[in-house]
């Protein structure tokens, strides 16, 4: 390790616990203003359905990364199921800003809802509006999950463009095949 990580991380020692959590919330917001940022860059450039397609293409490798930094920390093997995947859904960056819920939950079936969205939220209130993230979230979702476990298949519900239930802005199923 460099001397500036050690030190780095001799100051989050020192820290507590209140001082962490608010850093880990601060992290995840920075990581999603960045996010966003890009994304607006890139539909600046080029045009909105160019940019959907680049943040596609991010999300399908990132998601799997997260999946599995996520599994590592949690101490899971691939192949855990839909409990494996519900506990990891609690580990999430966006899980530290979003309100979000799984019901449904079986050995079997899940379903997820992403109940309070800070980005859809944050358009609402400035009247624009829903972003249509649809087809990054097939892709993020099904990814997260078969990194989770390849038996894992994904659903949408529910998810902008398509019309919504002013409970949540989207759904997902999950199922465990054989």
């Not at 050690?6 to 203003?33: F, R, Y």
């Not at 960056?93 to 809802?113: D, K, P």
């Not at 309070?116 to 609402?124: I, W």
Request: negative net charge; aromatic residues 8%.
């Amino acid at each position: 390790m460099s001397a500036d990580l050690d030190q780095g991380l001799t100051l989050l020692q020192d820290l507590s616990k209140a001082e962490l959590i608010a850093i880990i919330v601060d992290d995840a917001k920075n990581w999603l203003a960045h996010d966003g940022l890009w994304f607006q860059a890139v539909e600046q450039r080029f045009d909105l359905e160019t940019a959907i397609d680049i943040d596609r293409a991010a999300w399908e490798k990132f998601t799997v990364v997260e999946a599995k930094r996520i599994m590592s920390r949690l101490g899971l093997e691939a192949g855990g199921g839909i409990p494996a995947l519900v506990e990891c859904f609690k580990h999430r960056l966006y899980a530290r800003l979003n309100l979000q819920e799984s019901i449904e939950v079986s050995e079997t079936r899940a379903v997820f809802r992403m109940v309070d969205c800070r980005v859809q939220s944050a358009r609402k209130r400035k009247g624009l509006p829903d972003f249509p993230c649809k087809s990054v979230g097939l892709v993020e979702y099904a990814e997260f999950a078969r990194t989770i476990d390849p038996r894992i298949t994904t659903r949408c519900i529910a998810c902008p463009p398509d019309p919504h239930p002013d409970s949540f802005w989207c759904a997902w199923e999950f199922t465990l095949g054989q």
